[in-house]
């Protein structure tokens, strides 16, 4: 068991792995063609996206062999290990959907993922994204003002989170692998949308000049549909 794995392996299945973030499923299309999931976990979210979106097929990627056990019972094909390891061994062009739930920043090589990704696709083909952002007021304050980086079993410093995106940077990553952002939400699911974290937003965005970046600040996940509009070694006309 590598390293990585050895992170994950620890966390309760039943509270982790089986987390569903329901709102991806309705970034779907009906009959959305072959899907490959990057950090299945136990295929929960997959198999709900089955029974209610119809795919062609299903597959996914999981780092953690037992709970990789769970999602074979569920998705069409699971690969076990590390998604840098298997994703350079699936045919070009081959999905129509990837999907990246809560998983890119758990990998140590994200721009090799994007690169990846870009490659399995279809022209036309869509990732759909959730990924935790940095740029909330609540980490920030913890720096800024408390000196502290601590990590925590759940959230934006899961212990596993290898890497760290602003809606800047994800935005830059996808432009740079070939792909256009069409959708982009801030969850809901956000404790910095109650009064007191919307109103320190606020000030603190009007203070910086940066009126925008209220949204930033309350915002705890990102969930980003983008399509892929050229192959990554494509040169551009």
């Known amino acids: 068991m590598d390293s990585i794995e050895k992170i994950h392996y620890k966390k309760e299945a ?10 991806l ?14 950090g299945c976990a136990t295929g929960k979210l997959g198999e709900d996206i089955i029974q209610i979106k119809s795919p062609a097929s299903y597959v996914g990627i999981e780092v953690v062999g037992a709970v990789a056990k769970e999602a074979k019972k569920r998705l069409t094909n699971v690969y076990v290990g590390q998604a840098e390891e298997w994703m350079p061994k699936l ?16 990998t140590v090589n994200p721009w090799a993922i994007l690169e990846e990704v870009n490659r399995v696709l279809k022209k036309g083909g869509h990732v759909l994204i959730s990924l935790p952002n940095v740029r909330n007021l609540g980490v920030i304050t913890e720096l800024l003002v408390k000196g502290t980086w601590n990590y925590r079993d ?6 596993g989170h290898l890497r760290f995106f602003t809606k800047k940077t994800i935005f830059k990553m996808l432009d740079d692998y070939g792909f256009i952002v069409k959708k982009v939400y801030s969850n809901p699911r956000n404790r910095w949308k109650k009064f007191r974290g919307r109103f320190i937003s ?14 930033e600040f309350i915002t705890v996940q990102w969930i980003i549909v983008a399509e892929k509009i050229k192959d990554r070694n494509e040169k551009e006309n």
């Open 91 to 106: 045919k070009s062009r081959s999905f129509d959907w990837v999907i990246l739930a809560d998983s890119l920043e758990h």
């Open 154 to 159: 759940f959230g934006i410093m899961d212990q």
């Open 25 to 38: 499923i309705d970034q779907l299309p009906e009959n959305p063609g072959d899907i490959l999931d990057v």
């Open 14 to 23: 039943e509270g982790y792995f089986e987390n569903i973030n329901s709102t």
């Open 202 to 215: 606020r000030i603190i965005s009007l203070g910086l000049g940066q009126p925008s970046a209220y949204e």
